[in-house]
């Protein structure tokens, strides 16, 4: 079927056939231990669309030995510039079915399918990168003078965990596990428990790739039927964990009891600084882009517009009409560049922080209340939210919402700005609008955060080093800091 029947047929009878239902274990699908299953639901339509297999410790521990037996065994053989050929070759796969992952991803999360699309080429960008580093991972010697040679190798950690978010399901899953696998690591995934589809799907396509049995493993299910055993397990090395912070402190602990390493992606509430030498609509698209797009469910939104006094009322102005010209909708339809909330508690968790904002006189001067697709008043959404001209201790300043909602701070000049910028527990971005060279350098050296973009919010790419500091993470995820990640440093020194 072309890609286009296909987006025609979901859009008609809101399923997608053929979507996995097991978890993909030791390069199989397989059933739950116990039989347990769980729904998946479509935003869009607030309406399961799919069922899948609801894990356990049992068919956690199975994936964990596979894991560690494709490790020591097939994986172990197999040359680095093979893995290179096989990660570039899933490259390929996910480049051939990129409508069927976009369209998949779409039914599981709400997001829009041009967002979509952008993840799914996002994806395989990334196997084409960590498919470079494979055959590149050197180690250095040592000058320890003429009667020695001293040298270190990077080993693989070992059996990897990576726990996946709803937001960004696909893309989170390759960003994460793409390096384990350049690195020579194995394995084992848990997608969110509203998005598990594209997990399995990139597994099943890892497969066909020719990775060895075992080497990339899903399992579905809950964070504490699944998540948990798999984070406190003896035999993985280290995790990688994109979410909450809340969840990212028990991730921590429990690996601490193993001494496994950890990669922790946390929450955000980033700062887009708008300065009045800026070109002003150059900022406008940027600032709605930063806290629109996903319909603001992105650890690194933009959420905070801390903007210069002089222009403020102007700006405001033009940034509401641009929020209440987006077009609200169910992903699929191509007509819609603005998506819905991925599950009722999440709507219920935005709603709440707008109903308190609004008790307390907040100006609110676009949206703030849930709503639904209005073309078929269905779905979970959210109106675009703008709150203005907030103290800097304000729960709407301080608080990931996590959601289309900007939180408006107004300064006097660049120190103040900078100031309002750093005074959160997180550290994730921080973006700056300015002509003035200078203000843009002292704002990359004075700001407190993993990523710093100066007139292009989320400019970068997979090349790019991303992770958080403060509340927002540790360690770092792309760039071939990631590889590094994944590798134990063992030097050799031999007297000759
Ligand atoms: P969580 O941090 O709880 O979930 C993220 C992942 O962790 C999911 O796969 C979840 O599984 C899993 N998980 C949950 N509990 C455990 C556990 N004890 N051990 C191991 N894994 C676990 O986030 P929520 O989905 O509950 O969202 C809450 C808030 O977190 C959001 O409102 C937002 O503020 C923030 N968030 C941040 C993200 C980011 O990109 N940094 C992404 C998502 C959320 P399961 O979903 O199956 O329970």
Not at 72 to 96: D, H, M, N, Y
Not at 112 to 133: H, K, L, N, P
Not at 180 to 192: H, M, R, S, W, Y
Request: hydrophobic share 40%.
């Amino acid at each position: 079927m072309s890609d286009e029947s296909l987006l025609h047929q979901v859009k008609r009878t809101g399923v997608l056939p053929g979507l996995p239902d097991k978890h993909f274990i030791d390069g199989a699908w397989r059933p739950s231990a116990g039989g347990g299953m769980m729904e998946s639901f479509d935003p869009g339509r607030a309406s399961p669309h799919a069922t899948f297999a609801a894990g356990d410790a049992e068919d956690t521990a199975i994936a964990v030995a596979s894991a560690r037996r494709a490790g020591e065994g097939a994986w172990k053989k197999v040359l680095p510039r093979e893995r290179s050929r096989i990660l570039s070759q899933a490259a390929g796969l996910i480049r051939e079915h990129a409508e069927r992952l976009a369209i998949t991803e779409v039914l599981d999360s709400g997001k829009t399918i041009s967002e979509a699309r952008g993840d799914v080429a996002g994806a395989a960008r990334c196997f084409d990168y960590y498919a470079g580093a494979a055959d590149k991972n050197e180690g250095r010697s040592f000058p320890l003078g003429e009667d020695y040679a001293s040298f270190s190798i990077n080993e693989p950690v070992g059996v990897t965990a990576h726990i996946i978010p709803w937001n960004y399901p696909l893309s989170t899953t390759a960003r994460s596990v793409a390096p384990a696998l350049a690195a020579g690591c194995t394995a084992v995934v848990k997608p969110a428990e509203q998005t598990p589809m594209t997990a399995l799907m990139l597994a099943e396509l890892l497969h066909t790739a020719g990775l060895p049995n075992g080497v990339c493993n899903v399992v579905t299910g809950t964070g504490a039927a699944v998540g948990s055993p798999l984070t406190a397990h003896p035999d993985i090395s280290h995790i990688t964990f994109t979410g909450s912070t809340a969840t990212g402190i028990n991730v921590m602990q429990a690996a601490a009891r193993n001494i496994a390493s950890v990669t922790l992606e946390l929450g955000g509430k980033s700062p887009n600084v708008v300065l009045a030498d800026c070109d002003i609509e150059l900022a406008l698209d940027n600032v709605v882009g930063a806290i629109f797009e996903n319909a603001g469910q992105i650890c690194s939104a933009g959420s905070r517009l801390v903007i210069e006094r002089a222009i403020h009322t102007k700006f405001i102005e033009r940034l509401v009409q641009r929020a209440r010209d987006l077009r609200m909708g169910h992903g699929l339809s191509e007509s819609v560049n603005f998506g819905a909330i991925n599950s009722a508690e999440h709507l219920a968790k935005i709603s709440a922080y707008l109903d308190d904002a609004r008790s307390r006189g907040l100006a609110i001067p676009t949206g703030g209340n849930p709503t639904l697709d209005p073309a078929t008043g269905k779905g979970w959404f959210f109106e675009p939210t703008i709150v203005d001209n907030l103290a800097w201790d304000d729960p709407v300043v301080q608080e990931e919402i996590f959601g289309p909602v900007l939180a408006v701070q107004v300064v006097d000049d660049f120190d103040e700005a900078v100031a309002a910028a750093n005074c959160t527990r997180y550290a994730l971005v921080a973006g700056i609008f300015t002509r003035d060279l200078s203000k843009a350098h002292r704002f990359a050296r004075d700001v407190d955060a993993g990523q710093v973009y100066v007139n292009e919010y989320f400019a970068g790419g997979i090349e790019t080093p991303f992770g958080g500091n403060r509340k927002s993470g540790i360690g770092r995820e792309k760039g071939l800091v990631a590889v590094a990640s994944y590798c134990k440093t063992k030097s050799v020194t031999i007297r000759i």
